[in-house]
Nanobody, 123 residues
Framework: VQLQASGGGLVQAGGSLRLSCVDS????????MGWFRQAPGKEREFVAS????????YYGESVKGRFTISRDNAKNTVYLQMNTLTSEDTAVYYC?????????????????WGQGTLVTVSS
């Protein structure tokens, strides 16, 4: 599993962005996938996760109703559609692969991690 996230950038409050994360390895469809974020001075937090076939999805409380996670196993890609962005969403966003049978919302259930993509929301 080798993950490459992209799609971050500068956006005005109320705007939208779509993040992508491509897995260049060969086992993408074997893993659940997740998005996490880390704002300056804060701990990394769970954003969203998705099961191997896309049927199971989980969201952090702060993004429910605004963000949507999806995946395309044919393209080895997981997406995060982010709408109605606020300054509170400013962070580096990381994608990661889930391993084992742990929680779909816990940091320790995910490894390895991509390099992160910066999202900045201006108010």
């Amino acid at each position: 599993v080798q993950l490459q996230a992209s799609g971050g950038g500068l956006v005005q409050a109320g705007g939208s962005l779509r993040l992508s994360c491509v897995d260049s390895g060969r086992t993408f469809s074997d893993n659940g996938m997740g998005w996490f974020r880390q704002a300056p001075g804060k701990e990394r937090e769970f954003v969203a996760s998705i099961g191997r076939n896309g049927r199971i999805k989980y969201y952090g409380e702060s993004v429910k109703g605004r963000f949507t996670i999806s995946r395309d196993n044919a393209k080895n890609t997981v997406y995060l559609q982010m709408n109605t962005l606020t300054s509170e969403d400013t962070a580096v966003y990381y994608c990661a692969a889930k391993y084992g049978y742990g929680s779909y919302t816990a940091l320790e259930s995910f490894s390895p991690w991509g390099q992160g993509t910066l999202v900045t929301v201006s108010s």
